[in-house]
């Protein structure tokens, strides 16, 4: 099957590809070549980790030292724990020491913790080397290698320090899917459904149909998914870069929730696709008292998450602990907590929620653990 390509088209940005194929790992190097701002670069700086590493860096690797680049690469540690300050610190100072310069690029090979963490220190170490993304988990390649974001969590709270860097190139080499745990097939999942949701009947229902395939991963279905999550991402970031149009908030559907619920719960204790389809059932959930939406919603998307594995969590944190993790989340404007709430399926609205009404809705959410059932 011959590779799917999606052009990001970013107002004021260098257009770049997106393409999705089965071995297209190998062809990296070969097509970097092509690229006009990392075709003369001296030096490419592998970024992965402790999981992907041993899978995928040495094809990486060679596919690049082949088309005649020189390569070096660091591996950081798996987990969430790495996507810190502290490990970006040490990053800038290993990148110094390779001697990297400014037409260097740096290449992010792994999932949305590699590929921010890379993003990261990439847009920031000489004020910005060129960035490759290297997605290998269904997550990255559905959302976070695409648009631009980095970013590392604080003890506070998720991504509070972060740049907005667009890649030059993703690749998403979708034979690297194969060995995903079920709880990251199923964390990818969750930023489908929630693409899928905020986009429209078309995308939602489509879903909801292939579900089965896509739980199963049918190799047609994800690269489908993954093309119609990519081209919808592009098209939002295209109208809204940096988030500051109102726009792009539309992508943090389920966050909110889902970032306290990953703050409290400590990084790493839910995959991140879980904790987001949790606020995605307490957002619809928000959206009947605040914005009159459908019974029928909420019980639809409800049947989508438990289709694709993506059951009620069995946890909860007091009310007020999570308004006040909700708070310091940088969503949050003028000390309100701002959710992405559907109308109905392509259609939502960002709300500023009352502390007393959120709180209310809390309770009963921490107070019910079969909530959203």
């Known amino acids: 099957m011959p590779a799917t390509r999606v052009v990001v088209n970013i107002p004021g940005e260098v ?8 071995a297209i790992l190998d062809g990296l190097g070969e097509h970097l070549r092509t690229i006009s701002a990392l075709a003369a670069a001296p030096q490419l700086l592998i970024i992965s980790d402790s999981n992907v590493a041993p899978l995928y860096l040495a094809r990486a690797k060679a596919s690049c030292a082949q088309a005649g680049y020189r390569v070096s690469d660091i591996v950081v540690e798996a987990g969430e724990e790495s996507k810190s300050v502290t490990v970006a610190g040490e990053l800038w100072e290993a990148m110094a020491a390779l001697g990297l310069t400014r037409d260097c690029a740096v290449v992010a090979l792994g999932g949305g913790v590699v590929g921010d963490l890379s993003g ?10 060129a960035l490759v993304q290297v997605p290998t988990t269904l997550l990255s390649m559905v959302d976070s290698s695409v648009g631009g974001k980095t970013g590392v969590n604080l003890e506070a709270g998720k991504n509070l320090v972060g740049t907005f860097a667009q890649p030059r190139y993703v690749c998403a080499s979708t034979d690297t899917l194969a060995t995903l745990s079920d ?45 119609r999550c990519v081209t919808f ?17 539309c992508l943090n559907y389920g966050h909110t929730l889902g970032h306290a619920i990953e703050t409290l719960a400590g ?27 459908s019974a029928e919603l909420v019980s639809t998307q409800d049947e989508l998450l438990d289709a694709l594995d993506l059951p009620v969590l069995p946890w909860r944190a007091p009310a007020a602990e999570m308004l006040a993790a909700m708070k310091r989340d940088k969503k949050a ?25 959120l709180l209310e809705a809390l309770e009963a959410w921490a107070s019910d653990p079969s909530v959203g059932r």
């Open 15 to 22: 257009p770049y590809d997106i393409r999705i194929g089965g």
């Open 183 to 227: 709880r990251e097939w199923a964390c990818g999942c969750a930023e489908i459904a929630k693409s899928a949701a905020i986009d429209s009947d078309q995308f939602f229902f489509w879903l909801l149909e292939h579900s089965d395939q896509l739980r199963s991963r049918d190799t047609a279905t994800v690269t489908e998914a993954i093309a």
């Open 333 to 357: 404007r003028a000390g309100a907590v701002r959710f992405v709430l559907p109308r109905d399926v392509g259609q939502w609205e960002a709300v500023a929620v009352d502390d007393g009404v």
């Open 233 to 249: 991402k592009a098209n939002v970031v295209a109208q809204d870069k940096t988030e500051s149009a109102g726009v792009r908030e």
């Open 267 to 293: 990084y790493g204790t839910f995959s991140h696709g879980a904790a987001v389809a949790e606020g995605m059932r307490f957002a619809a959930r928000l959206g009947q008292r605040l914005l009159g939406t």
């Open 120 to 129: 990261f220190v990439g847009s920031t170490y000489m004020r910005g080397l």
